[in-house]
Structure formats: C-alpha cells, structure tokens
Nanobody, 123 residues
Framework: QVQVVESGGGLVQTGGSLRLSCKASTRTFSLYNWGWFHQAPRKGRAFVAAITSSGSGTSYADSVKDRFAISRDDIRKMVYLQLDSLKPEDTAVYYC????????????????WGQGTQVTVGQ
C-alpha cells in the first residue's frame, strides 16, 4: 500500500518560486519512477514531471521545461518539485504519484492520489 503526503504549496506572485515536497510511505520507494501532476480549476489532471527510479532520468511537460526541476531522496522517501519563474497558468493543485511510461507518455501506475498541495500564482 502506498500513501503520499504533498506539501509546500502556497500563494506567490508571478516570477516567484516554490518547492513542493512529497513524502511517501511505501517500503519499495526506491524501485519506482515518481512523478508530479497538476489539476487546474475546471481541468483534468495533467502530467508535470517525472524522475526515473535511478534518479538519472527526468522528463517534463513542455509548459514547465526550464522552469521546474524534479528530484528525489530515496533515503528520506521524498520527491521534490522546484518551481521557478511561476506563471498564473501554473495555478493548480499538485499531486505526486508512482508513474510508468508507455509510448512516451507518463501516467500514474496506481489509482491512488494524495490530498495534493495548492499552488496559486498571482498577477
């Protein structure tokens, strides 16, 4: 059973930064690829970033490339997302999840989501 707790969201101005954290409970944390998704108001959940189990590979949605950075700490069972140069369109609830890659698309491996963390970017 996997449980995650996301934190670190908040209200920032355009151009600001935040660092999101995801604490996972699974014993097999290091075996998995991990990713972040976000869900904006009145929209579906969308892929943001992923990191491979080895930590050597990362992948980003085009909209966040060169602005966001994903990282992981297998000892602490944490996944991080550094958000820089934030824009109003980044406003969303952000979720972390174990992910898998199929046909160049990253998707959640399990049908489980934490409560997410709200990021709001003001003008």
């Amino acid at each position: 059973q996997v449980q995650v707790v996301e934190s670190g969201g908040g209200l920032v101005q355009t151009g600001g930064s935040l660092r999101l954290s995801c604490k996972a409970s699974t014993r097999t944390f290091s075996l998995y690829n991990w990713g972040w998704f976000h869900q904006a108001p009145r929209k579906g959940r969308a892929f943001v970033a992923a990191i491979t189990s080895s930590g050597s590979g990362t992948s980003y949605a085009d909209s966040v490339k060169d602005r966001f950075a994903i990282s992981r700490d297998d000892i602490r069972k944490m996944v991080y997302l550094q958000l820089d140069s934030l824009k109003p369109e980044d406003t969303a609830v952000y979720y972390c999840a174990i992910v898998t890659r199929r046909n160049s698309t990253w998707s959640p491996l399990l049908n489980y989501w934490g409560q997410g963390t709200q990021v709001t970017v003001g003008q």
